[in-house]
Structure formats: structure tokens, C-alpha cells
């Protein structure tokens, strides 16, 4: 199975701040990874997918970068809509896997 | 609009049985593979199967084989997942997702339900 680490599992931050996640796969997954965002008590939300294409409707502060193992999602500048857990997800192979997620929370 | 309704979970003694249903709708239901997704209360997301357009394939994650049947009724626009000897760890809210691409290959998920609780306990 491809283990996916995520990092950090919280990260705090403001309002206007530029924000990276790091996602990890345990071998090469190419391209093939997906960005959600959840919020409290909602189902997960597709932001971007093969590594770097931004879902229609998606602000495009949002942008993701990397290849084989190792995954970046951006977020240029912060807003407050963006506090949620962002989950990684890697669609190589089965089973899918995904991250362990990334709280980012109001500093 | 692409819709997914999940029903049918709730509280059930360890080793019994449930069944979930996603009803689609808003898209051509029979041209795409589906999915189950589940979040433990407060814990990350995980995939639990996956069944292709047609039902004539599914994949399931190695923690419910055996225990968990997907399936799916193309004439009604539903999906299923009979859950067979229920465990404590079993304890999620489950997500159906629809696959983004039509085309066989790479899943991940465009649209997601909003959820059905399964409470496993005594």
C-alpha cells in the first residue's frame, strides 16, 4: 500500500498569509494526487487534482505543485473561508490512500 | 446540480448487519464508477471500495474485505454497501463520492454525499 504523510498536522496561521502543505507518498504516485478541504461536520471538497489542475470554481489562490513523492498545496493568501483540514489523497493505485490531514487554524 | 444522498445508517450491535444507500442524481449515474469514504469521529478520511460503471468490478480496502459488499442498481440510480459482521472500528460517518472522469482509470472524487453515521456498539 502507498502510505501518505502529510505535514504539518496543524498549522496556525493569519488572515493574508501564504500557507504550504506538504504531502508525502512512500513510492512514486506520478502526478496522480487530489487536494480536499473539509470543514467541521461537511463532506470533503475537491480543490485540486493531478498534482497541479485547479477544480472548476476553486479560487485560484490555491495551486499545487510536485511529482513522484513529494507534493506541495499552496494558498497565496489566506482568507477567512480557508480555515478547514486539507487531506491529500493519492489515486495511483488501490487501495487509494490518503494523508493523515492538516488542521489550519486562526493564529 | 449533482446530488448524492446517503441513508440507512445508525446505532447496531457488534456483528450485525447494516445497509447503506446513495441515491444520484443530476449526472448519467451508469457512466461513472462510485465510491465509499469513511471518517471515524474524529480521525482522517478512508477509502473503503470502489465499483466500477457497470458493477461488474469492485475493489474493496483490506480492512472491510470480506465483511463488505458494494453494489449498485443502474435502473434505480443508487448505490449500496451491505456491511456484514460490524466491529466497534467500524465507526464512521460514510461518504458515497462519485469519480471525476467518466473514462476508465484514475479515481479521485468530484462530488461527494453529505454522510450517514454508522454507530457500532452495545
Known amino acids: 500500500d502507498i502510505q501518505m504523510t502529510q505535514s504539518p498536522s496543524t498549522l496556525s496561521a493569519s488572515v493574508g498569509d501564504r500557507v504550504t502543505i506538504t504531502c508525502r507518498a512512500s513510492q512514486s504516485i506520478s502526478s496522480w494526487l487530489a487536494w480536499y478541504q473539509q470543514k467541521p461536520g461537511k463532506a470533503p471538497k475537491l480543490l485540486i487534482y493531478?498534482?497541479?489542475s485547479l477544480e472548476s470554481g476553486v479560487p485560484s489562490r490555491f495551486s499545487g505543485s510536485g511529482s513522484g513523492t513529494d507534493f506541495t498545496l499552496t494558498i497565496s493568501s489566506l482568507q477567512p473561508d480557508d480555515f478547514a483540514t486539507y487531506y491529500c489523497q493519492q489515486y495511483h493505485s488501490y487501495p487509494l490512500t490518503f494523508g493523515g490531514g492538516t488542521k489550519v487554524e486562526i493564529k | 446540480e449533482v446530488q448524492l444522498l446517503e441513508s440507512g445508517g445508525g446505532l447496531v450491535q457488534p456483528g450485525g448487519s447494516l445497509r447503506l444507500s446513495c441515491a444520484a442524481s443530476g449526472f448519467t449515474f451508469s457512466s461513472y464508477a462510485m465510491n465509499w469514504v469513511r471518517q471515524a469521529p474524529g480521525k482522517g478520511l478512508e477509502w473503503v471500495s470502489t465499483?466500477?460503471?457497470?458493477?461488474?468490478?469492485?475493489t474493496y480496502a483490506d480492512s472491510v474485505r470480506g465483511r463488505f459488499t458494494v453494489s449498485r442498481d443502474n435502473s434505480k440510480n443508487t448505490l449500496y454497501l451491505q456491511m456484514n459482521s460490524l466491529r466497534a472500528e467500524d465507526t464512521a460517518v460514510y461518504y458515497c463520492?462519485?469519480?471525476?472522469?467518466?473514462?476508465?482509470?484514475?479515481?479521485?472524487?468530484?462530488?461527494w454525499g453529505q454522510g450517514t453515521l454508522v454507530t457500532v456498539s452495545s
Open positions: 463520492a462519485k469519480k471525476y472522469f467518466a473514462a476508465a482509470g484514475q479515481n479521485h472524487f468530484d462530488y
Open positions: 493531478k498534482t497541479s
Open positions: 465499483i466500477n460503471d457497470s458493477g461488474g468490478s469492485f
